[in-house]
């Protein structure tokens, strides 16, 4: 479904004035408000084909109407997504759920939504009905070689398909690891990943990069073979230049300080990309901002501060993706106040006075550190960020547009109310 461009205009006209004076308010406290505003535009987060139907739980899952039934629905929603926010630029893709028949028109699709192909994902952690041996008892660490085989294989076969669609990196996350003491050897383990990890690396195309996605737990509940940062840090150096660490924000053991890790991996080089979420307890793949805001916000103050000390581009050079389930909401709407908690977070982060506070941690003045970083974090910039997507064609507050364009019901009114999304 192509909304119509007219409709976004016509539903901008009427919030416009009353934008105009929150804008004006908030610029007037930004001293570089364009080059802010530019940052904002350029910065594109993907959306995995995965998240775009109800994702549910191991208990039950409760369907909404309208999901996409096909790899072209599902694009045809993140261009939904993208008219609407003009931030969410690209897909990821997991294969073999979203396995692309005809590479060649998949891509046109996708760029006729003005959307590029994001990293690629592998799928070791589940068998697929057609596949000769089991993944029960891990993948790239299996003990028998014949397994890590077809593990390391069917890597290169997501490779091939990232290539036919215009990807330039893989995603490597592996459910590998241990339910009980004993039950593995931690050094064969690590060995047999490491050297699997390696053979898919020898295929990785030139200018491809890996990204090797940790988590502390889960499926496996006693040890993960790619348990933490340490780990995924580890396989990511002996593997070499091209190889990175992922960071999901759901992955890591509770009061874990996600700000220290990013701002260590993008010092050493090595921080590859992200998988945003939010969560109570341990991979709850929430809305993005719904539960720990301010932690958000001070994991984007440690990236711009990261990135630009390294003088990275903070649109390009990481990998950028949402990584999150909706059991509860409209999965669409979901995607939205993710992509906007996100784009807060980083305008936000923006307006930290960076040199102010080079000069208050020099002097030790801990209390106009924190004054320092509250201040950007307390201002409002949501005037900001609408200004942003104002400018780039999209529209001023996305939520309230999806609602009253009435974009579901047109979605439940093309595929049906019983619809049901494939994949997750
Ligand atoms: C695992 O929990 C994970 O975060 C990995 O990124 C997977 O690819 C994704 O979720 C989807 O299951
Ligand atoms: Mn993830
Ligand atoms: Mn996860």
Same mark, same amino acid.
């Given at each position: 479904?192509?909304?119509?461009?007219?409709?976004?205009?016509?539903?901008?006209?009427?919030?416009?004035?009353?934008?105009?004076?929150?804008?004006?308010?908030?610029?007037?406290?930004?001293?570089?408000?364009?080059?802010?505003?530019?940052?904002?535009?350029?910065?594109?987060?993907?959306?995995?084909?995965?998240?775009?139907?109800?994702?549910?739980?191991?208990?039950g899952?409760?369907?909404?109407?309208?999901?996409?039934?096909?790899?072209?629905?599902?694009?045809?929603?993140?261009?939904?997504?993208?008219?609407?926010?003009?931030?969410?630029?690209?897909?990821?893709?997991?294969?073999?759920?979203?396995?692309?028949?005809?590479?060649?028109?998949?891509?046109?699709l996708?760029?006729?939504?003005?959307?590029?192909?994001?990293?690629v994902?592998?799928?070791?952690?589940?068998?697929?009905?057609?596949?000769?041996?089991?993944?029960?008892?891990?993948?790239?660490?299996?003990?028998?070689?014949a397994?890590?085989?077809?593990?390391v294989?069917?890597?290169?076969?997501?490779?091939?398909?990232?290539i036919?669609l215009?990807?330039?990196?893989?995603?490597?996350?592996?459910?590998?690891?241990?339910s009980?003491?004993?039950?593995?050897?931690?050094?064969?383990?690590?060995?047999?990943?490491?050297?699997?990890?390696?053979?898919?690396?020898?295929?990785?195309?030139?200018?491809?990069?890996?990204?090797?996605?940790?988590?502390?737990?889960?499926?496996?509940?006693?040890?993960?073979?790619?348990?933490?940062?340490?780990?995924?840090?580890?396989?990511a150096?002996?593997?070499?230049?091209?190889?990175?660490? %992922?960071? *999901? =924000?759901?992955?890591?053991?509770?009061?874990?300080? @996600?700000?220290?890790?990013?701002? +260590? /991996?993008l010092?050493?080089?090595?921080l590859?990309?992200?998988?945003?979420?939010?969560?109570?307890?341990?991979?709850d793949?929430?809305?993005?901002?719904?539960?720990?805001?301010?932690?958000l916000?001070?994991?984007?103050?440690?990236?711009?501060?990261?990135?630009?000390?390294?003088?990275?581009?903070?649109?390009?050079?990481?990998?950028?993706?949402?990584?999150?389930?909706?059991n509860?909401?409209?999965? %669409?709407? *979901? =995607?939205?106040?993710?992509?906007?908690?996100?784009? @807060?977070?980083?305008?936000?982060? +923006? /307006?930290?006075?960076?040199?102010?506070?080079?000069?208050?941690?020099?002097?030790?003045?801990?209390?106009?550190?924190?004054?320092?970083?509250?201040?950007?974090?307390?201002?409002?910039?949501?005037?900001?960020?609408?200004?942003?997507?104002?400018?780039?064609?999209?529209?001023?507050?996305?939520?309230?547009?999806?609602?009253?364009?009435?974009?579901?019901?047109?979605l439940?009114?093309?595929?049906?109310?019983?619809?049901?999304?494939?994949?997750?």
């Amino acid at each position: 479904m192509l909304l119509e461009k007219y409709k976004i205009e016509e539903f901008n006209q009427a919030g416009l004035a009353e934008h105009k004076r929150r804008f004006d308010f908030a610029a007037s406290y930004v001293k570089n408000i364009d080059e802010v505003l530019q940052k904002l535009i350029d910065f594109q987060v993907a959306i995995p084909s995965w998240a775009l139907g109800t994702g549910g739980t191991r208990f039950g899952r409760f369907a909404g109407g309208g999901e996409p039934r096909s790899l072209e629905e599902k694009i045809e929603d993140v261009g939904l997504l993208h008219q609407l926010n003009r931030s969410s630029g690209a897909i990821s893709l997991h294969i073999p759920w979203d396995i692309p028949q005809n590479p060649a028109a998949i891509k046109a699709l996708a760029a006729q939504h003005g959307l590029k192909f994001d990293a690629v994902n592998s799928n070791t952690f589940q068998d697929q009905p057609d596949q000769k041996l089991s993944y029960k008892f891990g993948s790239m660490q299996h003990v028998d070689k014949a397994v890590r085989k077809q593990a390391v294989d069917h890597n290169i076969e997501v490779i091939r398909h990232g290539i036919e669609l215009g990807s330039e990196s893989l995603t490597v996350w592996l459910s590998d690891g241990s339910s009980f003491p004993g039950q593995l050897n931690f050094r064969k383990a690590f060995q047999n990943t490491l050297e699997s990890l390696q053979e898919v690396y020898a295929a990785l195309p030139d200018n491809w990069k890996m990204f090797v996605e940790y988590k502390a737990f889960e499926p496996n509940f006693y040890s993960m073979s790619v348990g933490d940062w340490g780990q995924s840090y580890l396989y990511a150096s002996k593997l070499g230049e091209k190889a990175y660490t %992922l960071v *999901d =924000l759901g992955h890591h053991l509770p009061n874990a300080n @996600i700000e220290q890790i990013v701002s +260590l /991996l993008l010092m050493e080089g090595k921080l590859g990309g992200f998988h945003f979420n939010d969560s109570k307890y341990g991979d709850d793949d929430l809305t993005v901002g719904s539960v720990k805001p301010y932690q958000l916000f001070l994991i984007f103050n440690e990236l711009v501060e990261g990135m630009d000390a390294r003088g990275m581009n903070h649109a390009t050079d990481l990998g950028w993706m949402i990584d999150a389930s909706h059991n509860v909401k409209d999965p %669409l709407e *979901d =995607l939205l106040q993710s992509v906007e908690a996100i784009m @807060i977070a980083y305008t936000q982060a +923006l /307006l930290v006075d960076r040199k102010a506070l080079a000069e208050a941690q020099q002097a030790n003045d801990v209390v106009r550190c924190q004054e320092i970083l509250q201040t950007a974090a307390r201002t409002d910039v949501r005037a900001i960020v609408a200004e942003a997507r104002l400018r780039s064609g999209g529209a001023l507050q996305t939520l309230q547009a999806f609602r009253q364009l009435e974009l579901r019901k047109a979605l439940i009114g093309e595929r049906g109310l019983k619809a049901v999304s494939t994949g997750l």
